[in-house]
C-alpha cells in the first residue's frame, strides 16, 4: 500500500521516442526482459489465473480433506452467486468500498491539486525539498500513521469538538440513505459520522484512505504539471483571461493525465483496502478487503474469497478501462 | 497669453485626485490572502501529511495509561531506552530488514533490465509487456496477496510459508515500481552524451559503463530505496504469504487488538529520522557545495577588480 513512484517517475516521456538500437544483437531487449517478465508470469499472472480458478472449485480449506476440487466440465459458479447475495444484496459490502473509495478519491484530489500546483510553479529552490516532504511520510510505519488517525479523530480530541460546537457533525451525521431504502442501497445507513463522533463512523475510514495514498495522487499530479510550459498559462492571461478561467481552460486540460494516473493510483488500492475499515472504522463496517481477508483467514473458504477477489478486479478493469478512454489517455506507465 | 504645458496640465489633473492612501491592513491582508491562496491550501496539504507523523513521533514519549496508547498522559524516554529489549520487537525488525534488502536486490536487478530494454531497445511486444507491468500497480494488494496464497496452496507449501514466500511476493510487487522509476531515468538522458562517447571512439561498451550507467544510476537508487520502503512497510501482501512469520508490520497489526507499546512507535519515529537523514544530507550538501563555490566565485572577481 505505501508506495508512490519516485519524483518524476510519471514524467516519463513514450519510451518509443527515445529507444534506439544500441545493442547489436536483436536478441539482447529479450534477454533482459526474460528474468523480470519470467517472475512476474510465474509470479503474477499463475496466480491470478489460479485464483480465478479456485473461484470456480468447490470445497473449504478447513473441512473435509482440505482440498478444492475443480473440474472444467463441472465449473462451480455458486461462488459467485453466493458472493452476489451476501456482499451485494444483503449487506452492500462491494457498493460501500466503491463509494469510500471514490469519495477518498476525491478528497485526495482536492487535498493533493493545490500541493503538487505549489511546488511545480511557485517551489522555486524548495522544489526538491517539499518533493521529499510529499514522500516523506511513508517511512514511518503506514499501519502505525494509521492508528495515530485514532488519535487525532478520538472523541475527545480538539478536532472532534471543534467539529461538534461548528455544527458539521450534525450535518455530515444527516447525510445517509434513508430507511426506506432497500437492503443494497443501504450504504451509509448510519450517517457518514456519529452524531458525536467521528473515530468509527464512514468518515475516519474515508479520511484514512485520503490521507494512506495522498502521495500517489500528489507525485503524478506534480509531474504532468511541471511538464506544462508556463507560457501557455502566461498567454492566456495576456489575453486578458483571470486567473480561475486560465486555470480552467489551460493548467487543468494539460495536467489531466496526471490526475488521470493519479485517480487510478488512489483509486485502485482504495477500494481493496482492509486496513482502514479494521483500524478506523466501526466492528460492523467491514469493506470488501476485510471480507476478502476474513474469507481466506478466518473461514477457510477459498472458492469464496476468490470469487470476492475476482468480482472486485473485474469491477476495477473495467472502471478503469472506460475511464480511461472518457479521460483519453493511453500512457499511463 | 499664456501656454499652458503638458506637465502644469497633469499637476492640475493629480490635484483633483483624491489623496493617495496606503491601503489599510485589512484590505492588505486580503489582497495577500488571496495572492497565497494556493500556497495556503498546500500548507494545509503538507500540515494533513505531517499531523500523524507527529503525533506516532510524540507518543513515543508517552507513558500509556493502561494498554492503550491513544491519549497523552506523561512524558517519558523509558520507551527508547526499552525498546531494544524487547525481543518481539527486535526480532521482527531484523525479520522486516533481511526481507527488505533479499527483495530489493533481486528486485531492483530484474527492474533495471526491463527498463533499460525499454528505454533503449526496439522489439516487438512492447504494449502487452507495458501492460504486465501496469497491472501489479493497478491491483488491490487484497487480490495479488490472495492470489499468492493461492498459489502457495495449490503447490503445497502452506506448511513452509514464511521468510521465503514473503521475500517472493515482496520482489514480485516491487519490480514493477523500479521499472518505472529507472525508466523515467533513462527517458531523461541526453543522449548527445552518448553521441558524444562514441564521436571519441569509445566503443560501446566503454560507453555504456563510463557514460550510460552513472547516469542512471540516480535512478537506480532511487529505485532500490523505493523498493526497500514497499517492502519493508508491507502489511497486506505479507499477511497473507507469512503464515507464522512476524514481521514489524505484521507486529505492529497483533499489538492492535491489545494495545500497540509506545516502543513500536519508537521504531516509526527511528525509520523517519534515518528516511530524512538519507534524503535530506545530499540535497543539503549540494546546497552547502554550491553557495561556498558562488561565495568564493564572488571574492575571486572582487580580487579581480581590486587588483586591476
Not at chain 1, 517478465?37 to 496466480?47: D, G, R, T
Request: some cysteine; hydrophobic content about 50%; overall charge neutral.
Amino acid at each position: 500500500v505505501s508506495a508512490a513512484p519516485a519524483p518524476g517517475a510519471a514524467a516519463a516521456a513514450p519510451a518509443d521516442d527515445t529507444a534506439r538500437q544500441v545493442g547489436t544483437h536483436s536478441w539482447t531487449p529479450y534477454a533482459l526482459l526474460s528474468p523480470g517478465l519470467l517472475y512476474l508470469a510465474v509470479f503474477f499472472i499463475v496466480p491470478t489465473v489460479m485464483l480465478v480458478k479456485t473461484s470456480l472449485s468447490s470445497g473449504t480449506a478447513f473441512t473435509g480433506d482440505g482440498t478444492f476440487t475443480f473440474s472444467i466440465t463441472d465449473l462451480q459458479w455458486s461462488q459467485y452467486s453466493d458472493a452476489f447475495t451476501k456482499y451485494v444484496i444483503e449487506t452492500p459490502i462491494f457498493q460501500k468500498s466503491l463509494l469510500y473509495a471514490l469519495i477518498a478519491t476525491l478528497l485526495c484530489l482536492l487535498i493533493s491539486y493545490p500541493l503538487a500546483y505549489t511546488i511545480a510553479f511557485k517551489a522555486g529552490r524548495w522544489r526538491n525539498l517539499l518533493l521529499v516532504l510529499v514522500i516523506a511520510p511513508f517511512f514511518t510505519s503506514f499501519l502505525l500513521r494509521t492508528n495515530a488517525w485514532g488519535t487525532i479523530l478520538s472523541d475527545s480530541s480538539f478536532v472532534v469538538s471543534f467539529m461538534e460546537s461548528t455544527g458539521m457533525l450534525t450535518v455530515l451525521h444527516a447525510i445517509q440513505t434513508p430507511d426506506s431504502w432497500p437492503t443494497w442501497l443501504q450504504v451509509l445507513p448510519d450517517g457518514l459520522t456519529g452524531e458525536e463522533r467521528v473515530l468509527q463512523t464512514p468518515l475516519a475510514v474515508i479520511l484514512g484512505l485520503a490521507y494512506n495514498f495522498l502521495p500517489f495522487m500528489t507525485l503524478p499530479l506534480f509531474a504532468s504539471l511541471e511538464r506544462i510550459d508556463v507560457r501557455l498559462i502566461e498567454a492566456a492571461t495576456d489575453l486578458y483571461s483571470s486567473a480561475f478561467t486560465a486555470f480552467r481552460k489551460v493548467t487543468f486540460p494539460l495536467s489531466l493525465p496526471g490526475v488521470v494516473a493519479g485517480t487510478l493510483l488512489t483509486f485502485i488500492p482504495a477500494a481493496g483496502d482492509p486496513v482502514n475499515a479494521a483500524l478506523l472504522g466501526a466492528t460492523n463496517d467491514s469493506l470488501m478487503g476485510n471480507a476478502i481477508d476474513a474469507q481466506f483467514k478466518a473461514t477457510g473458504n477459498y472458492p469464496l474469497a476468490s470469487a470476492l477477489s475476482v468480482m472486485l478486479m473485474v469491477t476495477i478493469v473495467l472502471m478503469v478501462a472506460l475511464y480511461v478512454r472518457r479521460a483519453g489517455t493511453e500512457e499511463l506507465v | 497669453m499664456s501656454t499652458v504645458t503638458i506637465d502644469q496640465r497633469r499637476e492640475e489633473a493629480l490635484a483633483q485626485l483624491p489623496p493617495y492612501r496606503e491601503p489599510g491592513i485589512a484590505t492588505r491582508t486580503v489582497r495577500w490572502l488571496r495572492s497565497h491562496l494556493v500556497q495556503f491550501f498546500a500548507a494545509f496539504a503538507l500540515l494533513f501529511m505531517f499531523v500523524p507523523v507527529f503525533i506516532v513521533v510524540l507518543f513515543s514519549f508517552n507513558v500509556p495509561k493502561g494498554r492503550f496508547n491513544y491519549t497523552w498522559n506523561e512524558f517519558s524516554t523509558i520507551a527508547w531506552t526499552n525498546v531494544w529489549k524487547d525481543t518481539q520487537i527486535t526480532d521482527s525488525l531484523v525479520l522486516s530488514i533481511q526481507i527488505a534488502v533479499l527483495s530489493t536486490l533481486v528486485a531492483t536487478v530484474l527492474g533495471t533490465l526491463i527498463a533499460f530494454a525499454i528505454g533503449r531497445h526496439r522489439f516487438r511486444g512492447r504494449a502487452g509487456i507495458n501492460l504486465l507491468i501496469f497491472m501489479p500497480m493497478a491491483t488491490p494488494e487484497v487480490v495479488m496477496g490472495s492470489s499468492l496464497l493461492t498459489l502457495f496452496v495449490a503447490w503445497q507449501l502452506e506448511g513452509s510459508l514464511g521468510f521465503f514466500t514473503i521475500t517472493v511476493a515482496h520482489i514480485m510487487f516491487s519490480i514493477s515500481f523500479v521499472v518505472v522509476t529507472v525508466k523515467a531515468r533513462i527517458a531523461g538522458l541526453d543522449p548527445r552524451l552518448e553521441q558524444a562517447a562514441m564521436d571519441l571512439y569509445a566503443d560501446e561498451k566503454t560507453t555504456f559503463w563510463k557514460v550510460t550507467f552513472p547516469l542512471v544510476l540516480p535512478g537506480i537508487v532511487a529505485a532500490s530505496m523505493l523498493a526497500f520502503s514497499l517492502s519493508f512497510d508491507d502489511f497486506v501482501i505479507t499477511n497473507f504469504t507469512s503464515g507464522q512469520a512476524v514481521t514489524f508490520p505484521m507486529y505492529v497489526w497483533g499489538a492492535n487488538t491489545r494495545g500497540i507499546p509506545p516502543e513500536a512507535n519508537v521504531v516509526g519515529a527511528i525509520m523517519f529520522g534515518l528516511a530524512l537523514i538519507i534524503v535530506l544530507v545530499p540535497e543539503v550538501s549540494r546546497r552547502v557545495v554550491a553557495a561556498r563555490r558562488r561565495s568564493v566565485g564572488a571574492s575571486a572577481a572582487m580580487a579581480g577588480a581590486t587588483s586591476n
